[in-house]
């Protein structure tokens, strides 16, 4: 599906691939200093940086992955919770408010839906508005070759019918339930930052991305 997903971007625009676990193989160890002390202080930075480099760059992120269990992959989860120090309740990116991602899933038969919240409601909370989604129940097989020449058409039908949706690569405009979560994380950096002695690192990025205004001063001359 992902093959056939990008068939048609290919040789028009750079493709960055990243394969896991191979490209991201370690798990969040809860140290916090991504958080507290900066991104680059990840233990698992080297791996890390790089994947979200790509990220901001790119103009559509596309997430392929299996069926486990119901739910995403422990890879792809372990992915995602490296980067929740991007959710916009801690430091988002502006880059990530104008961006498409596509999610690909599939499964032997399974419902498809909860696999792919998993990254749905990270891409959400990172700022991102338009996430089309396309999940699969391979259904005659386990593996590709033991589906049909039917099953197999029938697949590439959805995903080609996908890919023509995303081939121009626009910009997507904010949508409400978004805007609605950084309307609330605005308003919670801006109180942390006029109420705590020792600013945060997400209020402060905050303040230099001009989102909040910083009522400190006004605040010392109140008392
Ligand atoms: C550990 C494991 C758990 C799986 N759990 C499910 C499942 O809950 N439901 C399902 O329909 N398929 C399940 N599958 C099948 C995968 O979704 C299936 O291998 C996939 O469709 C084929 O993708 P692949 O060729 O990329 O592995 C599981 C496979 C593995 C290895």
């Known amino acids: 599906m992902k093959e056939r997903f990008l068939e048609p971007f290919r040789g028009m625009h ?3 691939e990243y394969v896991l676990p191979k490209d991201m ?5 809860g140290c ?7 991104e680059d202080k990840c233990p698992h930075a080297v791996f890390i940086e790089p994947i979200w480099n790509s990220i901001l760059e790119a103009d559509l992120i596309v997430f392929a992955y299996p069926v486990y269990a119901l739910r995403a992959p422990g890879s792809v989860k372990a992915l995602l919770d490296h980067f929740c120090v991007h959710w916009m309740v801690h430091r988002p990116e502006k880059e990530m408010f104008s961006k498409n991602a596509v999610i690909l899933t599939n499964s032997v038969g399974a419902p498809n839906a909860a696999a792919q919240k998993d990254v749905m ?3 959400n909370w990172m700022g991102i508005s338009r996430i089309r989604r396309l999940g699969i129940g391979l259904m005659e097989g386990v593996i590709w070759p ?3 020449e039917k099953r197999k058409a029938f697949i590439y039908k959805k995903v080609d019918a996908l890919s023509r949706q995303c081939m121009n690569l626009k910009k997507e405009r904010m949508r409400i339930k978004v805007k609605l979560y950084f309307a609330l994380c ?3 950096h801006e109180a942390g ?3 705590s002695k020792e600013a945060f690192l997400d209020d402060l990025h905050y303040l230099n991305n001009g989102w909040i205004k910083d009522r ?3 605040n010392a001359a109140n008392h």
């Open 146 to 148: 033991e589906l049909s």
């Open 25 to 29: 193989p370690e798990f969040c160890l």
């Open 186 to 188: 605005k308003k919670m």
């Open 193 to 195: 930052l006029k109420s």
């Open 121 to 123: 409601t990270s891409l």
């Open 32 to 38: 916090k200093n991504c958080f507290f002390r900066g």
């Open 216 to 218: 400190r001063k006004q």
């Open 14 to 16: 750079e493709i960055i």
